[in-house]
């Protein structure tokens, strides 16, 4: 019976888990656990409310008699191709805090967290600055208005990793919360992360170098 194998020292960590395999050993009928595929749906989703921001963005640019318009001044590309680093590396960093939890090292599951979480923020700062320093506005234009909604739509989306990642770090804080076989909140701020690097390296594309 797979309840009788259920670690009790995890138990009260592990409830939902627990839940799961009592009711493999009521029915004898495998249960699958469905949540990173929730993620993966829920990214999905997302990614469809960016599709049709690019799709506007492009339609607009499209029929314009010109792109910019005539009199934006043109965007600075240092600044931006920095936190585009930033943000690539990010994925890479947050990576080793997968591999470390698998490990059931999760002091490395903190160290790669904090770290992230860090790049994230000095990302923000970087767009906040950028932000202040243009020369257009989000009224000014019609390419103002799409810039402004598209990296200020990307920027609450890595807003609310940060809040993910501060999630994960708190809840590794408790003994045993996070193991190479229970790290389900490790995985999912992963993909989280993983999809906002996309998103701005696509539009890092569009909006500084097209």
């Known amino acids: 019976m797979q309840g009788s194998t259920i670690d009790p020292s995890k138990a009260e960590l592990n409830y939902h888990h627990q839940a799961e395999v009592s009711e493999v050993s009521a029915h004898g009928v495998e249960h699958h656990d469905y ?22 963005y492009l339609t607009f640019r ?34 080793q805090a997968d591999t470390a939890v698998k490990k059931d090292d999760v002091k490395g599951l903190r160290t790669w967290f904090a770290v992230t979480a860090l790049m994230g923020a000095v990302f923000l700062c970087g767009q906040i600055y950028e932000y202040k320093h243009l020369e257009f506005g989000l009224t000014s234009n019609l390419f103002g208005s799409t810039f402004y909604v598209l990296t200020g739509f990307h920027g609450l989306h890595v807003c609310f990793g940060l809040v993910l990642m501060l999630g994960v770090l708190w809840r590794s804080l408790k003994p045993n919360h996070y193991s190479k076989e229970n790290h389900f909140g490790v995985e999912a701020a992963e993909l989280y992360w993983h999809f906002v690097d996309v998103i701005w390296v696509l539009l890092f594309l569009l909006l500084y170098l097209l």
């Not at 949540?35 to 506007?56: K, S, Y």
């Not at 029929?63 to 990010?90: F, H, M, R, Y």
């Open 35 to 56: 949540r990173l595929l929730g993620v993966i749906v829920f990214l999905i989703a997302e990614g469809m409310i960016f599709l049709g921001l690019f799709t506007a």
């Open 62 to 95: 499209a029929v314009a008699p010109s792109w910019p318009p005539a009199g934006t001044p043109k965007l600075e590309l240092l600044l931006p191709s920095i936190n585009t680093v930033i943000l690539i590396a990010s994925s890479f960093v947050i990576h």
